[in-house]
């Protein structure tokens, strides 16, 4: 289950669970839209991996109690920036392969 955590782990801007700006990766990194674009590259500062829109929980109980009511997003700040000189290395030479061959 997505934790659907609060924050963006760099700007820490708000991301509450109907937000369609958070995105993650595959570990469930959290950043914004701006930061994975304009700051990140679409290459995530723990794993190297890209980016995806995070999916959006039902905010009501539609079917089978699947649905935030039950399993609620997360309170969890995990507000981590990015040393901005590091990752220009790290991502240098794999932000030009795109992350489905990464």
Sequence with gaps: MLELRPTCEHCNRPL???SSEARICSYECTF??????RVLG????NGGGG????????SKNWKSDNFL??????TIVKHRPVDLP?????????????????
């Design 32 to 37: 914004c839209a701006v930061c994975v674009g």
């Design 42 to 45: 679409n290459v995530c500062p």
């Design 86 to 102: 590091t990752h220009e290395l790290f991502s240098a030479a794999i932000k030009p392969i795109p992350p489905e061959k990464r």
């Design 69 to 74: 009511g039950k399993d609620p997003a997360s």
């Design 16 to 18: 509450p669970p109907d």
């Design 51 to 58: 980016f995806v829109p995070r999916p959006v929980r039902p």
